[in-house]
Structure formats: structure tokens, C-alpha cells
């Protein structure tokens, strides 16, 4: 069964206060025995302060985005090696708020997840539609477009240490969710564009949701059986907030492995 996988997007929030406060509280409960992955990306200043409290423990440090480029005049970005030497396991490549706001299109976000798994890190690709397009009713056209960009200029055989979140624009940082139901029938739609390319990895791709997720509205969405985890922006600030998320994916999680799912 495809191990459950949490990871915490921090956005531009934090400062080193602010960030040794919450892992003061968070790591006690979620660095622990846990069935699900934990991951933590932090604005890029914070990498090393969060890294180093994460040594030796079961949680992963994470970054936010990534260059496609390897080095040189690129005043501003910041390359994969980078991220590797500060022990970066997985980068965020497309996330809607890189596409939506910073003008990254399809030909970039590939890009930028060639040069995450070249160097042996695992690229959360972020798709989703955006809100006119959801209320065009185009969810499935953009989905399809955005993942198949992907998997035509990297190759399927590059997604085995890939995760996948959909991650609706629309529901990003508003409070309001998709539905279970419409998450399930994304995440399904996803596999089986994985499954025409290659089954293997289309059954152990982690699919991940993220777009205000909190613990109330995370239990019926990990019910779904293509959701194997969440993405979680604002409620990852409160560490309250995300042990609860954490808990409810593994109950699910238990749940299903009792079931034989
Ligand atoms: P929120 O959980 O704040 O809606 O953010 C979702 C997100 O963009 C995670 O990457």
C-alpha cells in the first residue's frame, strides 16, 4: 500500500522565532514512530535553521521551489544543488501560486522538475486549475495538459520518486475545499494518465491534495482511496492544527490497511 504523506507548505511565512516556536511544539509529536511521511518546506532563508533540527529525525526538509538552471548569472534563484547540499528531499515544481503569480507555464515547470530529480531529489509536481477554469468546467482539459507536459518532456521512467498534488487554485488559501468526491475523481483521473504510460508507477505514485486543508475537512478526504495525503499551507503554521491532519491520515490509513484495501 502506498505509504501516506504529509507535507507542510510554509509559504513566505516564519521567521526564526517564529519557526523555532512552532517546531518546539511540532516536533515532539510528529518526529516520532509515525506511518506517514512528514515533510516541512520552509521559505528558503529558514532551510538551514529547520534542517538542522530536523537531523536525526523521521521528518524531511522540503523547499519550496527550485532553478532549472544548474549555475551562473541568475541573480535571484537558487539551483538544485543548492537545495541538496542543505538537505533538501523534496522540492515543490509548479505549485499554483509559482503559476498563477509568477508566470510559470508548463515548458518551465518541466524544466524545473528535470533538474529536482536529476539530482536525486523528489519533485512535487503541483497541477491544478484555477477558478475560471474550474467554473468553465475545464478541470479535466488543464489537469490532463498540465501532467502530460510533464511526463512528455521528462519521460515516465523520471516519476518514480515523484509525488503528485492537486492543488485547485481556487481553493488555495481561500477556506474553501474541493469536495472529496471531486479530489477523488482528479487524483483518479491522474492515475490513470499515469497508467497508460506506466502501470508500476501509476499504483505507487503518492497522490497528495492540497488547498485549505485543516483537520476538520482532512478525515472524509482521506477516505478517498486515490488520496494518499495533503499538502497543507495555512493549518501547517499551527502546530496543533497539523498533528491533527497527520493523525487523521494515518487513522485513515490504518483504517484502509484493515479493510485490505
Ligand atoms: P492552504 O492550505 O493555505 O489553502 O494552502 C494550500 C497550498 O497552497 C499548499 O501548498
Not at 71 to 86: I, K
Not at 130 to 140: D, S
Request: charged share 15%.
Amino acid at each position: 500500500m502506498i505509504q501516506p504523506l504529509v507535507i507542510a507548505n510554509w509559504k513566505m511565512n516564519g521567521s526564526y522565532a517564529a519557526n523555532y516556536n512552532l517546531l518546539t511544539y511540532l516536533l515532539p509529536e510528529i518526529a516520532v514512530n509515525r506511518l506517514a511521511r512528514i515533510g516541512l518546506c520552509p521559505a528558503y532563508p529558514y532551510l538551514a535553521q529547520v534542517g538542522q533540527r530536523l537531523v536525526g529525525s523521521p521528518v524531511w526538509l522540503g523547499a519550496q521551489n527550485a532553478s532549472a538552471y544548474s549555475e551562473g548569472a541568475h541573480t535571484g534563484e537558487v539551483n538544485v544543488a543548492m537545495l541538496r547540499e542543505l538537505g533538501c528531499e523534496y522540492v515543490l515544481v509548479g505549485h499554483s501560486e509559482r503559476r498563477l503569480m509568477h508566470g510559470e507555464d508548463d515548458t518551465a515547470v518541466a524544466a524545473k522538475f528535470a533538474a529536482v530529480e536529476a539530482a536525486g531529489i523528489s519533485p512535487i509536481l503541483c497541477v491544478g486549475e484555477n477558478l475560471a477554469e474550474c467554473e468553465a468546467g475545464e478541470t479535466e482539459t488543464v489537469i490532463t495538459r498540465q501532467v502530460m507536459a510533464v511526463i512528455d518532456q521528462v519521460g515516465i521512467d523520471h516519476f518514480f520518486n515523484a509525488v503528485i498534488a492537486y492543488e485547485p487554485g481556487w481553493a488555495n488559501g481561500t477556506g474553501q475545499i474541493a469536495s472529496s468526491e471531486h479530489v477523488q475523481y482528479v487524483h483518479g483521473l491522474i492515475r490513470r494518465l499515469l497508467r497508460d504510460r506506466d502501470p508500476y508507477i501509476a499504483r505507487e505514485l503518492q497522490l497528495i491534495y492540497g488547498g485549505s486543508v485543516n483537520p476538520t475537512n482532512a478525515i472524509a478526504l482521506f477516505q478517498q482511496p486515490d488520496v494518499n495525503g495533503a499538502l497543507v499551507g495555512g493549518a501547517s503554521l499551527d502546530a496543533r492544527a497539523f498533528i491533527a491532519i497527520c493523525d487523521a491520515l494515518e487513522q485513515a490509513h490504518r483504517h484502509a490497511l484493515a479493510q485490505g484495501a
